[in-house]
């Protein structure tokens, strides 16, 4: 399980960076404003939760159920707020037409994000 946890908040990691650099120098002139201020929050909370996951290996060896639960959460996280938030900034510019349905996907990210902490804070109150 710490193996998989590292494994992944590194690739989460990686790909904040990516994605920043990304947004900071390739979508820089084509996006407005307010889109790529969009992109730098899918970016900003994906780093957030990279660096939650990451601290989520320090628990991994007790085996805990609701630190397994907290990994998902944010992994699934990161993958809806985040990943809604960059379909919602480019859409206009890719003509992406599925991601003007995307837009109810961002809360239920945040809903996941919430619910990671809460195993976290549960598993710590737990923890001997």
């Given at each position: 399980?710490?193996?998989k946890i590292i494994l992944t908040a590194s690739f989460f990691g990686a790909l904040a960076v990516i994605l920043g650099a990304f947004g900071a120098h390739?979508?820089?002139n084509i996006l407005a404003p307010d889109q790529l201020s969009i992109w730098q929050k899918g970016v900003e909370y994906q780093f957030y939760h990279t660096f939650a996951i990451l601290y989520l290996s320090?628990?991994?060896r007790y085996k805990n159920k609701l630190i397994s639960l907290s990994f998902l959460?944010?992994?699934l996280g990161i993958i809806l707020f985040s990943g809604s938030?960059?379909?919602l900034a480019v859409k206009d510019v890719y003509q992406i037409s599925f991601a003007k349905y995307v837009g109810p996907v961002t809360p239920i990210g945040g809903v996941f994000f919430v619910m990671g902490w809460i195993?976290?804070?549960l598993a710590a109150l737990r923890d001997k």
């Open positions: 399980m710490n193996k390739g979508l820089k320090t628990f991994a959460f944010f992994s938030l960059y379909l195993g976290l804070f």
